[in-house]
Nanobody, 123 residues
Framework: QVQLVESGGGLVQAGGSLRLSCAASGDTICVSDMAWYRQTPGKERELVASITRGGSTNYEDYVKGRFSISRDNAKNTVYLQMTSLRPEDTAVYYC?????????????????WGQGTQVTVSS
């Protein structure tokens, strides 16, 4: 079992910045690749950014150049640095540890999600 604890959300004016954190504990062998998602009422949860254990990153177009995902493997923590925030960035942000399965090693980890942290950007 993996526990993901998020922090750093809050209220910020347009153009401001926030840094989200997600600390993993429990069966940390299940924590390899990580991702940030966001969701607003009435819409599906959408991918924001992802990062491999080795540090390779990927971003959706609507945040590219404004957001930066990073991690500290020693602390089992992933971060999302958000700058130039816009009202349309308002959402609940979730971190995710995707399923990790290596049958030959008997490794089988499920998807794990954080509880979510609210980000509100005022105009």
């Amino acid at each position: 079992q993996v526990q993901l604890v998020e922090s750093g959300g809050g209220l910020v004016q347009a153009g401001g910045s926030l840094r989200l954190s997600c600390a993993a504990s429990g069966d940390t062998i299940c924590v390899s690749d990580m991702a940030w998602y966001r969701q607003t009422p009435g819409k599906e949860r959408e991918l924001v950014a992802s990062i491999t254990r080795g540090g390779s990153t990927n971003y959706e177009d609507y945040v590219k150049g404004r957001f930066s995902i990073s991690r500290d493997n020693a602390k089992n923590t992933v971060y999302l640095q958000m700058t130039s925030l816009r009202p349309e960035d308002t959402a609940v942000y979730y971190c995710k540890a995707p399923q990790r399965r290596v049958p030959l090693l008997g490794l089988r980890c499920d998807d794990y999600w954080g509880q979510g942290t609210q980000v509100t950007v005022s105009s």
